[in-house]
């Protein structure tokens, strides 16, 4: 069983910062591509930022500039740090990651619970 936590949301004013962290624990082989998206309210889920094994990341044109993905292999878990927040920014965010549980098996999508951000303008 895999299981992604995220914590670090809350309430926040317009530019300010806050930090997401999510981590995966269970049975873990390995863990590829990690990321995070966002759905707020009435809207689709969307791509925040997503960062390979290899530390190669891609940014939503919303938020380059503004937030930063990062990993620590050896945790098992994906950060985001977000600035200069925008109301528009407020969000459920959620961890997702493609992991291999079992060596020679293939990988699988899991999600986190998602935690909340709400920026207020």
């Known amino acids: 069983q895999v299981q992604l936590v995220e914590s670090g949301g809350g309430l926040v004013q317009a530019g300010e910062s806050l930090r997401l962290s999510c981590a995966a624990s269970?049975?873990?082989?390995?863990?590829?591509?990690m990321g995070w998206y966002r759905q707020a309210p009435g809207k689709q889920r969307e791509l925040v930022a997503t960062?390979?094994?290899?530390?190669?990341?891609n940014y939503a044109d919303s938020v380059k500039g503004r937030f930063t993905i990062s990993r620590d292999n050896a945790k098992n878990t994906v950060y985001l740090q977000m600035n200069n927040l925008k109301h528009e920014d407020t969000a459920v965010y959620y961890c997702?990651?493609?992991?291999?549980?079992?060596?020679?098996?293939?990988?699988?999508?899991?999600w986190g619970q998602g935690t909340r951000v709400t920026v207020s303008s």
């Open positions: 997702n990651a493609d992991i291999y549980p079992i060596p020679g098996r293939g990988s699988y999508d899991y």
């Open positions: 269970g049975s873990i082989f390995s863990i590829n591509a």
């Open positions: 960062i390979t094994r290899g530390v190669t990341t």
